[in-house]
């Protein structure tokens, strides 16, 4: 995920059933974040980007 906005930053993953899976502050200047969901099961999920009065979402689908 590469992120637009150069402050700091929240990203936060979710399930299709919009439950929080996972959540990391990051600093600013970071501008790339890396998730790694191989132990999470097949299905939709968001990443979700939070950034000063910003919020983008990004699906990802995850495949065997």
Do not use: W
């Amino acid at each position: 995920l590469t992120l637009e906005d150069q402050g700091p930053a929240v990203v936060v993953l979710t399930d299709a059933h919009g439950r929080e899976l996972h959540r990391r502050n990051l600093p600013a200047g970071v501008n790339r974040y890396t998730a790694d969901l191989s132990n999470m099961p097949p299905g939709l999920y968001h990443f979700r980007v939070i950034s000063g009065d910003r919020v983008s979402s990004h699906p990802v689908v995850r495949v065997e």
